[in-house]
């Protein structure tokens, strides 16, 4: 999944109220930690590099409920 586009959509948009409205993007992102690094400016890789190691986990975990290979 590419971030690039809500990147530069964030920086066409100058007003943060009328790209996060409300709550309704931290529900999908299931947290505010990637509104506020859109915020904050951040690339893609920089954005990317802040997850590795939650995805890390999440795979480990995953594992014991795969029901397939």
């Not at 409300?22 to 904050?40: C, E, G, S, T, V």
């Not at 893609?44 to 890390?56: A, G, N, P």
């Amino acid at each position: 999944m590419t971030l690039r586009w809500l990147i530069d959509f964030h920086a066409a948009l100058s007003e943060d109220d009328r790209f996060f409205p409300n709550n309704f993007f931290n529900k999908l992102a299931r947290n505010d930690a990637l509104m506020a690094q859109i915020k904050m400016g951040l690339e893609e890789h920089e954005i990317r590099t802040t997850c590795q190691q939650d995805l890390k986990e999440f795979r480990v975990v995953r594992e014991r409920y795969r029901l397939y290979q």
